[in-house]
C-alpha cells in the first residue's frame, strides 16, 4: 500500500504579534514589541503550503486557536462582559492579555508528537498533544489543538487520540520540535528518535544553565509508552545544554532528520556517536540504511544556525530519492550558512536541491519552515479516512487566502491587543474558516 507524509502547516492566526513571549527564543525576544502584520504572515504561510502542494508533496492545513483567550483571563480573576474582561486586563496586567493573544499555535511542530501505524501496536496512527508547559502563552493552547486534531483524524478505526500530559514540569513535553522518525518509507516500520534537554528525576544528566529545558526525558519516554512503540524502535538522546544557553531552545533549531537522514549540527548533542551507533543499529533491523549529515561548526557557527534557522528546515523526499531542503529566507542571507548549502547540493550527496521562502513574519517571532508543520505519516487509507476539508487544494488555497484578505489586519500592535473589537473579528474569522474546512464546533464561543 502506497505510504505518504503529510505536512500540515499551521494557518497563522489574526491576532499575529511580536509580544517576545519566548525566553530562550532569540528571534522572539530580539523583536518583541515591534509592529507585526497578520495578513502577511498568513498569506506568506499559504503561499508555503501551495507550492510543496504544486511540487507534488501532500499537505494539509492546521486551524488556529481562537485569541484573545478570554476564559483564560477570567481564570485568573478578570471578570465583567468579554470586552470589560479585556479592558481591566490591559489596565492592570497587559503581559497577562498579551499571553492570552499570542499566535504561537502557528507553529504545529509544538501541536502534538505523531505514531503512524507501522510503529504503534495497536495499528492506529497515534497522536499526543504537547502540554507546552514551560510557557504560560502556550500551556494554554492543548485543549483546542486535541479538538481541532480530533475533528482532523475523527475515525477511531485509525486513529487515536491522547490528552496532554500532566502540565508540570518534570513532564514537559514540546512535542515533534523534539521527535523525528526514520525509515525506509514511511508506510514501513521504523525507528522515532526523542530528543530531550534535561532528566526531571534522574541526576545524572547535565542541564543548561542560562535558558529552560523544555523538554524532559520523562515526558518523552511517557509519550513512547502512550503511544505503544517498541523498545526496538525507540532511541532517546540528549540536547548539549550548551546549545540550549546559546538559544537552541527545541532540537527543530539544531537538527532535521526524514527518512533514513539525519541533518545535523557537530554540537546538537551529548554522545553523539553512541546515539548515531543506535539509530543505525535499530534502523537497519527494520530493513534502513541510516545516514547521517553533520555540519561542521567550523563551517557555521551555532549563532549562524540560529540566526539562519537552518535546520528548522523541512527535509522532503523526492520520487527520485534524493531530497529537498526548504529553508527560510535568512539562510540565503548568511554568508557562511549559504555557502555551506551551496557546498552541501554540489557534492552529489543525497540533499540534492534547497528551496528559499520569505516567511519573514513567522521568523522575527522565532519560527521557520519546520516550527509551522505537522508531520503525519499515512497510508492510503488512513489518507482517505482523514478529514478532506483540511487537505489542501487549489480551491481551498484560493478559499483561504481570500478569508485572510477579508479579515486580517495588516497591523498589530501592542495597543491593538487592547481593542475589544479585536475578539469579534477573531471570533468571526474562526467560525467561517469551521466551515471552509468542515471542522465543526471546536472553539469554546462555538461550544458555550
Not at 91 to 115: D, F, I, Q, R, Y
Not at 293 to 298: A, H, I, K, N, Y
Request: charged content about 20%; some cysteine; proline content about 4%.
Amino acid at each position: 500500500m502506497k505510504s505518504y507524509e503529510v505536512n500540515f502547516d499551521g494557518l497563522v492566526g489574526p491576532t499575529h504579534n511580536y509580544g517576545g513571549l519566548s525566553y530562550g527564543n532569540v528571534a522572539s525576544q530580539s523583536n518583541s514589541q515591534q509592529s507585526s502584520n497578520p495578513k502577511e504572515a498568513a498569506l506568506q504561510g499559504l503561499a508555503k503550503m501551495k507550492a510543496l502542494m504544486d511540487m507534488g508533496f501532500q499537505q494539509g492545513v492546521l486551524a488556529p486557536q481562537e485569541r484573545p483567550d478570554v476564559a483564560v483571563l477570567r481564570r485568573l480573576g478578570f471578570a465583567g462582559s468579554d470586552a470589560q474582561v479585556i479592558q481591566q486586563a490591559a489596565k492592570e496586567a497587559m503581559p497577562l492579555l498579551v499571553a492570552s493573544c499570542s499566535a504561537s499555535s502557528m507553529w504545529v511542530a509544538n501541536a502534538a508528537t505523531v505514531s503512524p501505524s507501522a510503529d504503534t501496536a495497536d495499528g492506529r496512527v497515534h497522536f499526543t498533544a504537547a502540554n507546552l508547559n514551560c510557557k504560560y502563552h502556550r500551556s494554554i493552547e492543548h485543549p483546542t489543538t486535541s479538538r481541532v486534531l480530533g475533528a482532523m483524524f475523527a475515525d477511531q478505526q485509525h486513529f487515536a487520540h491522547h490528552a496532554a500530559l500532566p502540565a508540570v514540569a518534570q513532564f514537559g513535553d514540546e512535542g515533534a520540535a523534539n521527535h523525528t522518525r526514520f525509515c525506509r518509507a514511511y508506510g514501513e516500520a521504523g525507528v522515532e528518535f526523542f530528543v530531550f534537554g534535561r532528566s526531571a528525576f534522574d541526576t545524572r544528566y547535565p542541564a543548561p544553565q542560562k535558558y529552560p529545558a523544555r523538554q524532559t526525558l520523562e515526558a518523552s519516554q511517557a509519550v513512547a509508552r502512550l503511544h505503544g512503540l517498541r523498545e526496538e524502535g525507540v532511541v532517546y538522546a540528549q540536547q548539549n545544554p550548551s546549545v540550549i544557553d546559546q538559544g537552541v531552545f527545541h532540537n527543530d533549531v539544531i537538527a532535521v532528520g526524514n527518512g533514513e537522514v539525519l541533518f545535523y549540527h557537530e554540537d546538537a548533542f551529548l554522545e553523539t556517536d553512541r546515539m548515531l551507533a543506535e539509530l543505525s543499529s535499530k534502523l537497519a533491523k527494520v530493513g534502513g540504511k541510516f545516514q547521517s549529515v553533520c555540519v561542521p561548526r567550523s563551517a557555521v557557527t551555532v549563532d549562524d544556525a540560529v540566526r539562519s534557522y537552518l535546520f528548522n528546515s523541512q527535509l522532503l523526499s523526492r520520487p527520485d530519492g534524493s531530497m529537498l531542503l526548504i529553508v527560510p529566507e535568512e539562510c540565503r542571507g548568511n554568508e557562511r550558512v549559504w555557502q555551506y548549502l551551496q557546498g552541501l547540493t554540489g557534492s552529489g550527496g543525497v540533499i540534492g536541491e534547497v528551496k528559499v521562502f520569505d516567511l519573514k513574519q513567522s521568523m522575527q517571532n522565532g519560527g521557520g519552515p519546520a516550527c509551522l508543520r505537522l508531520r503525519v505519516a499515512l497510508n492510503q487509507t488512513e489518507l482517505a479516512a482523514v478529514n478532506p476539508g483540511v487537505i489542501m487544494t487549489a480551491p481551498l488555497y484560493d478559499s483561504l487566502t481570500q478569508w485572510v484578505e477579508r479579515h486580517y489586519r495588516d497591523r498589530m500592535t501592542e495597543n491593538d491587543l487592547a481593542d475589544p473589537q479585536l475578539l469579534l473579528e477573531c471570533r468571526a474569522a474562526l467560525d467561517e474558516l469551521t466551515q471552509i474546512l468542515k471542522l465543526g464546533a471546536v472553539y469554546p464561543f462555538q461550544i458555550n
